[in-house]
């Protein structure tokens, strides 16, 4: 493909598909009082609870910044627990309280959901290829040239 052609590049394709589900999340999470980076924050720690915050940044793709705002709201609602002195170092483990645990479970449901709407075009082995296409991308992406 040249540069003249008009058709969409796979990066446009990408960021394109990334935008529509950004959006649909965005829409099924409002009704649970989350944010997307808030709900993609409370799925790592249900995976492994007592991440510190720059672990969570990083496996959420915001700056520490970023989520340190996360952390505080989801403190203040109830979802995570810190706590008040890190029991080594500096980092604060974080966990999902029983209501975020909860919280977590509701938001989850709409998420897959969102995800099999997303996929229906693919039979199981089309999306484990998928996968593996777009890991490589990562991969090849994250390597210096």
């Known amino acids: 493909m040249t540069h003249d052609d008009a ?36 799925e790592l720690l249900g995976r492994r609870p007592e991440l510190s915050n720059a672990e969570l ?15 505080h709201n989801l403190e203040e609602a109830g979802l995570v627990s810190r706590p008040a002195s ?11 309280t029983e209501a975020g645990e909860r919280a977590l479970e ?12 997303m996929t229906a075009g693919l039979d199981q082995a089309q999306a484990q290829v998928l996968l593996r296409q777009l890991d490589a991308m990562a991969e090849a992406l994250s390597r210096p040239e």
């Open 7 to 42: 058709a969409p590049t796979i990066g446009y394709q990408l960021k394109r598909v990334q935008t529509a589900l950004r959006a649909a999340m965005d829409a099924a999470l409002r009704a649970h009082g989350l944010t997307t980076p808030q709900y993609a924050c409370m």
């Open 57 to 71: 940044a990083r496996g959420t793709f915001v700056t520490r910044q970023s989520m340190n705002v996360v952390l």
């Open 86 to 96: 890190a029991p080594s170092g500096r980092a604060l483990p974080t966990r999902l």
């Open 106 to 117: 509701a938001a989850r449901a709409d998420v897959l959901a969102i995800e099999r709407r």
